[in-house]
């Protein structure tokens, strides 16, 4: 169980930010997650995104990565996530 479930919104307001000003115009829903291990989502039809932390093997550091949620419109997810890479300071995995 994450002990920070519904929690993130205070680490990870400025991610949240960026990335609601980086898909304004989508029509998508960008919203915080009570899950565990999940800080934010973003939907769209097609679309399904889990924005989650992530801490370094050897820091305290923690991030946003992002991950796809089984999206089923592949063209309209690479569009979303190229926006996303180019506009925030939030990558996929293997790039942070």
């Known amino acids: 169980m994450d ?6 919104h205070r680490q990870f307001a400025s991610e949240f930010k960026a ?3 980086a898909l304004d115009g989508r ?3 960008l ?3 009570q899950h565990d291990y999940q800080a934010f989502t973003y ?5 399904s995104l889990v924005f989650y932390p992530h801490r370094g ?3 305290r550091m923690q991030w946003i990565r992002v991950r796809n949620s089984n999206s089923k419109a592949q063209a309209a997810m690479s569009e ?3 926006l996303i890479y180019s506009r ?7 790039y942070n």
Do not use: C, H, Q
């Open 3 to 8: 002990p920070n479930a519904g929690k993130y």
């Open 19 to 21: 990335v609601a000003k």
């Open 27 to 29: 029509g998508g829903t």
């Open 31 to 33: 919203e915080w997650s």
């Open 43 to 47: 939907s769209e039809p097609g679309v």
């Open 57 to 59: 093997p050897s820091s």
């Open 80 to 82: 979303v996530l190229e």
């Open 88 to 94: 925030t300071r939030i990558r996929k995995r293997g």
